[in-house]
């Protein structure tokens, strides 16, 4: 089993930036890959980037060249470093493997970008 745990959200001005982490127990977080994804309101659950075992990275359209996905596999912990934050970025960010497993879902973090 594993628990993922997901902090750093808030409120941030458009054009702000936010650091969100991904704490994991359980089994090896190292062998996975593993992604952050993000829920807007009335919309369906979106893949924002993802990460190797190995450290390869994929990002959506949306965000290239704004977020940063990172992984410290000593602390079991996953980042994503956004910058140049914008409105239409406020939703729910969650951390899960890629693919996502249903019963990995936490409560996720809030990220509201609004002036």
């Known amino acids: 089993q594993v628990q993922l745990v997901e902090s750093g959200g808030g409120l941030v001005q458009p054009g702000g930036s936010l650091r969100l982490s991904c704490a994991a127990s359980?089994?090896?977080?190292?062998?996975?890959?593993m992604a952050w994804y993000r829920q807007a309101p009335g919309k369906q659950r979106e893949l924002v980037a993802d990460?190797?075992?190995?450290?390869?990275?994929n990002y959506a359209d949306s965000v290239k060249g704004r977020f940063t996905i990172s992984r410290d596999n000593a602390k079991n912990t996953m980042y994503l470093q956004m910058n140049s934050l914008k409105p239409e970025d406020t939703a729910v960010y969650y951390c899960?493997?890629?693919?996502?497993?249903?019963?990995?879902w936490g409560q996720g973090t809030q990220v509201t970008v609004s002036s």
């Open positions: 899960n493997m890629r693919p996502y497993r249903e019963a990995y």
């Open positions: 990460i190797s075992s190995g450290g390869n990275t």
């Open positions: 359980g089994r090896i977080f190292s062998i996975y890959a």
